[in-house]
T-cell receptor
Framework: AQTVTQSQPEMSVQEAETVTLSCTYD???????LFWYKQPPSRQMILVIRQEAYKQQNATENRFSVNFQKAAKSFSLKISDSQLGDAAMYFC????????????FGAGTILRVKS | GAGVSQSPSNKVTEKGKDVELRCDPISGHTALYWYRQSLGQGLEFLIY????????KSGLPSDRFSAERTGGSVSTLTIQRTQQEDSAVYLC?????????????FGPGTRLTVL
């Protein structure tokens, strides 16, 4: 069974600084997707960034980028120039390349941004 | 109505009662997912619907849980004889299809508290 592990229950970052959230996963599949979701206090899950496993180039979305290490099964999220609005729970998620797109989530990392 | 909506926002019930949670997906989305988020944990897949196909019920934790989707749109998640361990936030998501490249859009969830 696929599992997703986020080893940092909480992280703090100073406004305008950079922070990296860690995620590792376990799978025997060769093709899959990986995602980072943000969940603010409103509970609304928002897709931050996604990575297709067969693409070697790391995905980037504005201030958000990933470091995808397929052999190590590692998928970390880097947030640059952190803003107060980045404070939220961040979830790493995995989906196998099979019909259904059922997401497997990690336990989440609470990110606090200090002004 | 641009997003996924869920009702009620909060539900408090007594142990042993039945509850119904409703999800209105984005219009035109053929895939609909239910997830459960227990306190301090990540999301757990429950069930998903894709068009007129039989639903994938592989994540339902017990036979007290059931879901239906009428007319390929609105979905209802029913929990019979609720137990305290059912207390959680229940999130619904929809996507254009169940293909991996289609983003899942989440609703704000229903927080269920079983006393």
């Amino acid at each position: 069974a696929q599992t997703v592990t986020q080893s940092q229950p909480e992280m703090s970052v100073q406004e305008a600084e950079t922070v990296t959230l860690s995620c590792t996963y376990d799978t025997s599949e060769s093709d899959y997707y990986l995602f980072w979701y943000k969940q603010p206090p409103s509970r609304q899950m928002i897709l931050v960034i996604r990575q297709e496993a067969y693409k070697q180039q790391n995905a980037t979305e504005n201030r958000f980028s990933v470091n995808f290490q397929k052999a190590a099964k590692s998928f970390s999220l880097k947030i640059s120039d952190s803003q107060l609005g980045d404070a939220a729970m961040y979830f790493c998620a995995y989906s196998p390349m099979e019909y259904g797109n059922k997401l497997v989530f990690g336990a989440g990392t609470i990110l606090r941004v200090k002004s | 109505g641009a997003g996924v909506s869920q009702s009620p926002s909060n539900k408090v019930t007594e142990k042993g009662k039945d509850v119904e949670l409703r999800c209105d997906p984005i219009s035109g989305h053929t895939a609909l997912y239910w997830y459960r988020q227990s306190l301090g944990q990540g999301l757990e897949f429950l069930i998903y619907f894709q068009g007129n196909s039989a639903p994938d019920k592989s994540g339902l934790p017990s036979d007290r849980f059931s879901a239906e989707r009428t007319g390929g749109s609105v979905s209802t998640l029913t929990i019979q004889r609720t137990q305290q361990e059912d207390s959680a936030v229940y999130l619904c998501a929809s996507s254009l299809t169940s293909a991996l490249y289609n983003e899942q859009f989440f609703g704000p969830g229903t927080r269920l508290t079983v006393l």
